[in-house]
T-cell receptor
Framework: AQKVTQAQTEISVVEKEDVTLDCVYETRDTTYYLFWYKQPPSGELVFLIRRNSFDEQNEISGRYSWNFQKSTSSFNFTITASQVVDSAVYFCALSGYGQNFVFGPGTRLSVLP | NAGVMQNPRHLVRRRGQEARLRCSPMKGHSHVYWYRQLPEEGLKFMVYLQKENIIDESGMPKERFSAEFPKEGPSILRIQQVVRGDSAAYFC??????????????FGPGTRLTVL
């Protein structure tokens, strides 16, 4: 069975602080995909990143960076110099090859001015 | 290039009524997934459909819920005799089903169902 754990239910930081959101996953598949989505207060899901299991290269996109560690089954997400607009619920998700998504419970990030 | 479209965006029903949620996948996509997000929770898979076929309905409640994706027209998620516990956001996602690209799903904006 596939499972995604996001142990941090809520995080509060002050603007300009760095923050890391943790994601740990379980799967028996050798081919799988990991995702991060942002859900702002408006409710839609905003795609942030997709990573396949064969690509362990870390990725940086502006203030966002992702650390994929297959050895620890983790796919952590770091926001550098956080801003108030980063306040949202962030979901990590896992998908097997050609299968539906399994979402984590989400981490609510509040960035205070 | 329109993304995944869902309507209505907000739906209010009284207990016992029927709710119909529609999802139009992205152009060129023939696979549709429905997910439910209860308040303050993550998204939970409900059903996976291809045109005219239900591929996986392991996440669908056994009663009152049904889904279809006809040859023509949008996918429909139907909830009969709604109860307050059905109040949630329902998200639809679509994909090309092209395994070479992995399982890249694109999500719609969601339909927020409120049962009074």
């Amino acid at each position: 069975a596939q499972k995604v754990t996001q142990a941090q239910t809520e995080i509060s930081v002050v603007e300009k602080e760095d923050v890391t959101l943790d994601c740990v996953y379980e799967t028996r598949d050798t081919t799988y995909y990991l995702f991060w989505y942002k859900q702002p207060p408006s409710g839609e899901l905003v795609f942030l990143i997709r990573r396949n299991s064969f690509d362990e290269q870390n990725e940086i996109s502006g203030r966002y960076s992702w650390n994929f560690q297959k050895s620890t089954s983790s796919f952590n997400f770091t926001i550098t110099a956080s801003q108030v607009v980063d306040s949202a619920v962030y979901f990590c998700a896992l998908s097997g090859y050609g299968q539906n998504f399994v979402f984590g419970p989400g981490t609510r990030l509040s960035v205070l001015p | 290039n329109a993304g995944v479209m869902q309507n209505p965006r907000h739906l209010v029903r009284r207990r016992g009524q029927e709710a119909r949620l529609r999802c139009s996948p992205m152009k060129g996509h023939s696979h549709v997934y429905w997910y439910r997000q209860l308040p303050e929770e993550g998204l939970k898979f409900m059903v996976y459909l291809q045109k005219e076929n239900i591929i996986d309905e392991s996440g669908m409640p056994k009663e009152r819920f049904s889904a279809e994706f006809p040859k023509e027209g949008p996918s429909i998620l139907r909830i009969q005799q709604v109860v307050r516990g059905d109040s949630a956001a329902y998200f639809c996602a679509s994909s090309r089903g092209d395994q070479a690209r992995g399982n890249e799903q694109f999500f719609g904006p969601g339909t927020r169902l409120t049962v009074l």
